[in-house]
């Protein structure tokens, strides 16, 4: 296990496709998140797995993003509809129950330009 | 509402001396606060924590502080090296409930050590 993995690296869609991204984080980490970054911006957070619950959501998660951890593994985001302000760097994290401690373990992201 | 402050312009400094990076955040009382390393394309990487009890944590040639009366972090890096090109990020975690209990980041601070 040699961390988080995501996929794809990169995908350029056109306005209106729907995109899914997957994100496998490190196997004995219970805990999963999206954040997104813009350029010259931190990560914002974008929504909270703990095993397969989704136990929190950001406001700037819209109706058009849907992210689901479905047996506690590996987890899925889907944009509908895409919109050129969704462009920008998806990144996945994962932490165990005490990553309070450890930080989280960041993937290197999928980058996605719409068109 | 919660706001995060990191040096708003880039810092090179030349190699060997001591780079110091300020997160200021305010409206919020953090339990916690990170700090993170990240290079062009990739996810960011967890280099410390301190909690708000702490004064001061060390780990090699990085030292971070922690003045919650402040409501800032200091990040030093000692005897720095070109290597330690990057951009680095704050990211306090509140306590409040939701996803304002995330961990939040600033949109970083881009040092560049000259050799």
């Known amino acids: 296990d040699t961390g988080v993995s995501q996929d794809p690296r990169h995908k350029i869609t056109k306005r209106g496709q729907n995109v899914t991204f997957r994100c496998d984080p490190i196997s004995e980490h219970n805990r999963l998140y999206w954040y997104r970054q813009t350029l010259g911006q931190g990560p914002e957070f974008l929504t909270y797995f703990q095993n397969e619950a989704q136990l929190e959501k950001s406001r700037l998660l819209s109706d058009r993003f849907s992210a689901e951890r479905p047996k506690g593994s590996f987890s899925t985001l889907e944009i509908q509809r895409t919109e050129q302000g969704d462009s920008a760097m998806y990144l996945c994290?994962?932490?165990?129950?005490?990553?309070?401690?450890?930080?989280?373990?960041f993937g290197s992201g999928t980058r996605l330009t719409v068109v | 509402s919660q706001k995060i402050e990191q040096n708003s312009e880039a810092l090179n400094i030349q190699e060997g001396k001591t780079a110091t990076l300020t997160c200021n955040y305010t409206?919020?009382?953090?339990?916690?606060l990170q700090w993170y390393r990240q290079d062009p394309g990739r996810g960011p990487v967890f280099l410390l924590l301190i909690r708000e009890n702490e004064k001061e944590k060390r780990k090699e040639r990085l030292k971070v502080t922690f003045d919650t009366t402040l409501k800032q972090s200091l990040f030093h890096i000692t005897a720095s090296q070109p290597a330690d090109s990057a951009t680095y990020l704050c990211a306090p975690r509140g306590v409040s409930s939701g996803s304002a209990r995330q961990l939040t980041f600033g949109s970083g601070t881009q040092l560049t050590v000259l050799p």
């Open positions: 994290a994962s932490s165990s129950y005490t990553g309070d401690n450890y930080g989280y373990t």
């Open positions: 409206n919020y009382s953090p339990a916690y």
